[in-house]
């Protein structure tokens, strides 16, 4: 017998083997060498440390991935979710939490305390963009390599389905070529840094008259400028009418690739009470309000030669960059993953998710459909949303789910054991049958 107790539901469960153990000693040792770095505020032999690093974590993961799911049958796997310290706010959540809260604080106001970092990163700089390292390319080499070596967890995790494969796929590709790698060759050849899947007002700066002037000096820096705005006036609107919110959310934004691959073991701790939608809905569509009126009024002072407002537009958008850009997209967006769950910024704070949930919740062909009469209502679907929807209450009512909020994932269609939920491009008379729906759900009753 492999444990001694004759328990059903085992006391001591086991949650890690032997070889997991030896990968998390692995990766735990790279992750010791950086953050040892880190402290130091001074890389010693950082060819070298930055190859070990990077080496030993790439091990440890692999060992663990092979341990974890390729010796067993393909099918998802949450084994413990609940119990490990890590997943279930416990002290490693905690500890976690402020790590990476730490480390945001640093990198967005006091990036001194990351010299040892950004030292240990300059050859890797030097080599792809011929220029020394900043806290920004730490960060963007930090944040690829762990959307890459999560992803790879996340695609063994989900590989027996044939949609999460293709999306871990894509934001993998997205986030290594569109915004890691492309952008250091642009600066290599002394081209605008430019990141191809970040629009405006996701990115609040490209709206800007600074980026325009900024952007003046290059052919591709002025078509990148109008890309962004066509993206989100026309492209946007256009790619959510077909595939939903997804195409971007899922498929192709940074934010959400981290949140989908490291993110994953935190996904059910979002909240999933009513207070916590009402919040949501005023606050996404505030940030979106927030974000257009800056840009707006950025504009109005250039062209009246700061005949309105005069200082206080750019008063304005240093607030929006301190509260949105920083403190709330990083330091809380990320650094409460293992307290408040993945989609923390992509949920509460997001313009580009606001803006694109508008058509989705408008006009849009994508939703999830519903077989109700195979619901069991074992609640997978509303435990794993990472964006807070009771997708048990639209199961249970056999009614299509169809909310701004829903980033398209498939987490919820690849949890639930019976395939009630389907994710599906309506056909032309979708909103006639879903009203007809409603109204068959939800009969009016005279007064």
Same mark, same amino acid.
């Given at each position: 017998?492999?444990?001694?107790?004759?328990?059903?539901?085992?006391?001591?469960?086991?949650?890690?083997?032997?070889?997991?153990?030896?990968?998390?000693?692995?990766?735990?040792?790279?992750?010791?060498?950086?953050?040892?770095?880190?402290?130091?505020?001074?890389?010693?032999?950082?060819?070298?440390?930055?190859?070990?690093?990077?080496?030993?974590?790439?091990?440890?993961?692999?060992?663990?991935?092979?341990?974890?799911?390729?010796?067993?049958?393909?099918?998802?796997?949450?084994?413990?979710?609940?119990?490990?310290?890590?997943?279930?706010?416990?002290?490693?959540?905690?500890?976690?939490?402020?790590?990476?809260?730490?480390?945001?604080?640093?990198?967005?106001?006091?990036?001194?305390?990351?010299?040892?970092?950004?030292?240990?990163?300059?050859?890797?700089?030097?080599?792809?963009?011929?220029?020394?390292?900043?806290?920004?390319?730490?960060?963007?080499?930090?944040?690829?390599?762990?959307?890459?070596?999560?992803?790879?967890?996340?695609?063994?995790?989900?590989?027996?389905?044939?949609?999460?494969?293709?999306?871990?796929?894509?934001?993998?590709?997205?986030?290594?070529?569109?915004?890691?790698?492309?952008?250091?060759?642009?600066?290599?050849?002394?081209?605008?840094?430019?990141?191809?899947?970040?629009?405006?007002?996701?990115?609040?700066?490209?709206?800007?008259?600074?980026?325009?002037?900024?952007?003046?000096?290059?052919?591709?820096?002025?078509?990148?400028?109008?890309?962004?705005?066509?993206?989100?006036?026309?492209?946007?609107?256009?790619?959510?009418?077909?595939?939903?919110?997804?195409?971007?959310?899922?498929?192709?934004?940074?934010?959400?690739?981290?949140?989908?691959?490291?993110?994953?073991?935190?996904?059910?701790?979002?909240?999933?009470?009513?207070?916590?939608?009402?919040?949501?809905?005023?606050?996404?569509?505030?940030?979106?309000?927030?974000?257009?009126?800056?840009?707006?009024?950025?504009?109005?002072?250039?062209?009246?030669?700061?005949?309105?407002?005069?200082?206080?537009?750019?008063?304005?958008?240093?607030?929006?960059?301190?509260?949105?850009?920083?403190?709330?997209?990083?330091?809380?967006?990320?650094?409460?993953?293992?307290?408040?769950?993945?989609?923390?910024?992509?949920?509460?704070?997001?313009?580009?998710?606001?803006?694109? @949930? &508008?058509?989705? *919740? #408008?006009?849009?062909?994508?939703?999830?459909? =519903?077989?109700?009469?195979? !619901?069991?209502? +074992? $609640?997978?679907?509303?435990?794993?949303?990472?964006? @807070? &929807?009771?997708? *048990? #209450?639209?199961?249970?009512?056999?009614?299509? =789910?169809?909310?701004?909020? !829903?980033?398209? +994932? $498939?987490?919820?269609?690849?949890?639930?054991?019976? @395939?009630?939920?389907?994710?599906?491009?309506?056909?032309?008379?979708?909103?006639?049958?879903?009203?007809?729906?409603?109204?068959?759900?939800?009969?009016?009753?005279?007064?």
């Amino acid at each position: 017998m492999d444990h001694a107790s004759l328990s059903i539901a085992t006391p001591a469960p086991v949650l890690t083997t032997g070889k997991q153990k030896a990968g998390l000693v692995l990766a735990g040792a790279g992750l010791l060498l950086v953050l040892v770095t880190w402290a130091a505020g001074q890389a010693v032999a950082p060819v070298p440390t930055l190859l070990a690093a990077l080496s030993l974590c790439t091990a440890g993961v692999a060992l663990f991935i092979r341990e974890e799911y390729l010796t067993r049958p393909a099918g998802i796997q949450n084994n413990g979710a609940w119990f490990r310290s890590l997943s279930a706010r416990g002290v490693w959540g905690w500890l976690t939490g402020v790590l990476i809260t730490g480390f945001y604080v640093c990198l967005y106001w006091f990036p001194g305390y990351l010299t040892g970092l950004t030292q240990l990163f300059d050859p890797l700089s030097r080599l792809l963009r011929n220029t020394a390292a900043d806290q920004w390319f730490v960060y963007g080499t930090l944040y690829t390599a762990a959307v890459l070596l999560m992803g790879v967890k996340f695609f063994y995790k989900y590989r027996h389905n044939p949609y999460q494969r293709w999306r871990t796929v894509s934001v993998m590709f997205f986030q290594l070529g569109f915004a890691f790698l492309i952008p250091g060759l642009l600066l290599r050849l002394q081209y605008p840094e430019l990141y191809f899947t970040y629009f405006w007002p996701l990115s609040y700066y490209q709206g800007t008259p600074m980026a325009h002037a900024g952007y003046s000096g290059s052919g591709l820096g002025v078509f990148f400028f109008f890309f962004g705005l066509a993206m989100f006036f026309i492209g946007a609107p256009v790619l959510t009418y077909f595939f939903g919110k997804r195409w971007y959310c899922s498929w192709v934004c940074g934010c959400g690739g981290l949140a989908e691959t490291a993110g994953d073991p935190f996904r059910h701790l979002s909240d999933k009470r009513l207070r916590a939608w009402k919040i949501e809905r005023w606050m996404i569509h505030g940030v979106l309000v927030f974000a257009v009126l800056m840009t707006a009024l950025l504009w109005v002072n250039v062209a009246t030669g700061r005949g309105v407002l005069q200082a206080y537009s750019q008063f304005f958008y240093k607030s929006y960059s301190f509260l949105v850009g920083s403190a709330f997209s990083g330091v809380v967006g990320v650094g409460f993953y293992p307290l408040l769950g993945s989609r923390v910024w992509c949920r509460f704070g997001c313009p580009m998710a606001a803006w694109l @949930g &508008i058509w989705q *919740r #408008a006009k849009s062909k994508f939703r999830i459909t =519903v077989n109700g009469g195979q !619901c069991i209502s +074992c $609640g997978n679907c509303s435990t794993y949303c990472e964006m @807070g &929807i009771d997708v *048990r #209450a639209y199961a249970q009512k056999g009614q299509d =789910v169809v909310r701004a909020s !829903c980033v398209g +994932c $498939g987490i919820c269609s690849a949890v639930c054991p019976r @395939g009630v939920l389907r994710l599906e491009g309506a056909e032309a008379d979708m909103a006639q049958r879903t009203e007809l729906q409603r109204a068959i759900l939800f009969p009016s009753v005279p007064a």
